[in-house]
């Protein structure tokens, strides 16, 4: 098992079949969604860093395991048919086409779902990514759909559960239509959560269907396993699904704690694509990715689905791919606030969903207004004539992402000499001396009788490796120190004397943080413990206070999700400084998912201080500094009560400020407005 490594999974055979007739609803699906991906993966030097593996053909039992033999033994006609026969056969099912050779690309677009799950269970590789046609999520049991023959990822995961006794799969649809065909599969069945969000328009966008609104969500022994998300708007953004991601499937993904994730990674729900509309820009998906790489112990397989503008699906795929690979995520751009409509459906699924699972169990009820109300707009609307057609019609236009730069060192470490560098890292220690001004300034601030001489010095390692991580030549960042609170002001004090460098200062435990660190706006602090002083909180100082401190696993991930994240998201510091309070009681492996997560923020610049009783964690911090992947945590137990409450009500004091910790429509003027 070396659990490094991601692989990339695509046989150009799969670009050999295409539509044959004309028909208007399948023309975009076209050969070339795959060829400009792969170019675009080569020439980003991405295929090169990826591990290949081969695909295979599907066999009928792997097929089986979702599909009838009546309909596995209908395809296998088709390679056989006249294209006469080939058009009548297509009829019977919706917007989707057959062609001679599409049974063979189905066979191995399935095939190439499974070695890719072969790849990441048996510890070849950590995750990876197929890039395949044809897509697979709206076939169903006995139908094609959607221009989908067989279901990939749906036949992945029974394949993962009988072939590796994997007991929970995650699927995570963020491709721009419902996967009805996931859904139907897995409705029953509690070992599968699916998610998916999807343009809905009240039912009436495409495949237009009653249960894949909010309110189908899994039945029988599988009731609380099926979340839909949908947009009853096209035109959502960034902000909008990185708000669905930290207030509803992040929370819920970690309490469900899966053996295995698999993504149908369709990119129609990027900018520019013609079915989905919507806005959000390619490098979004960087950080969906990112979100999901430390759940399942890493095991991410995304399998491509849909995707119909080859310029946005290209960049997207090379966001995806890049940050399995392991490089830093971009800063997040174009992040707004949530709008209304996303906020209504946000709200309706939390409160949908909220007496399966206890991180929802707090989630506001519905206000009847919504539903109901919600209709009656779509009508009107569709009344006065608000042309679809138009909105589509205007070409997007959008930066294409930045190059992302990995700096040449990942992990740099200033400690104590008698303490060992982690594997993978470096030990930091400035070849210069401190610049004489900061020098003074820190023995002034610090050392008044000037005699800690080995504290100053690793006081001016400490600044000498921020600048270094401003430079982009270090990523990340460790510090063993004496005293934390000492190391914080000092890095604080000369990072803000830089015109807009904004660092978020995440104090995990008590302690107290000296208030004129509290109130700067160049800092945004926010501290996770058992901190009393809630009433004090005011835009930059958010203290999120939990009845029994860190030691609360389930308090602890209410807070980074619904707080730290939403926010971190909004600030976006260009620094982020991970401060670790003595007696924290933080558990080790909350402690590393909190790393992996902070690294969305600032080009994964963090840089953790702790101190020297902490010793023992430096070697697990430096991991995940590094983005080795982190094992699960240990069952989530309920919130309590009275933290939740105190976190609700620092939610409202604070939503005005912060938008993206939002998760529920405002009270009048709904949804009229994107
Ligand atoms: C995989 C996928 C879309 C089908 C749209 C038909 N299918 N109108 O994106
Ligand atoms: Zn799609």
Redesign the pocket.
Known sequence: MTMTGTALIYDEEMTKYKLLWVDPACKIEVPERLTVSHEALVKNGLADRCVSIPVREATDADILLVHSEEYLEAVKKTPYMTLEDLKEFTLQYGDVYFHPNIYHCAKLAAGAALQLVDGVMTGKVRNGMALVRP?G??SMRSAAN??CVFNNVAIAARYAKQKYGVQRVLIVDW???HGQGVQYCFEDDPSVLYFSW?RYEHQKFWPQLRESDYDSVGKEKGIGFNINVPWNKVGMENGDYLSVFCHILLPVAYEFRPDLVLVCA?F??AIGDP??EMCATPDVFAHLTHLLMNLAGGKLCAVL????NLTSLAQSVCQTVQTLLGDPVPRPTNLNSPCISALESLQCVRSAHKAYWSCLKHAADLPTSISTKCIKLATEEEKTGKGEEEKGAEEKVWPEPPKRVTPPVRCALVLPDDVACPDGCERFSSSEDLDPLSASKLRESFFKDGNDSAALTTLSNLIALTEKMEKNEICSGLALVCDVTMAMTSVVQHVTAFPSKRILVVCVGEGNVPSHIAKDRETLVVQIGSVEAEEQSCKYYIPVCLKKGCSDSSGFMQAVFGFLLPLGYEYDPSLVVLVRMPDSGVCDSMWQHLIGLLQSFALGHTLVLMQEEDKPCVGLTASSLLGHPVSSLEQLQSPLTEDVEAIERLRHRLQADWKLLQTTAPETGRSDKH
Not at 305 to 308: I, K, V
Request: proline share 6%; no cysteine.
């Open positions: 897509p999520h709206h959607g221009f491709d721009i239509h999807h369709g129609d729900s079915e989905g689905e849909g995707g119909y």
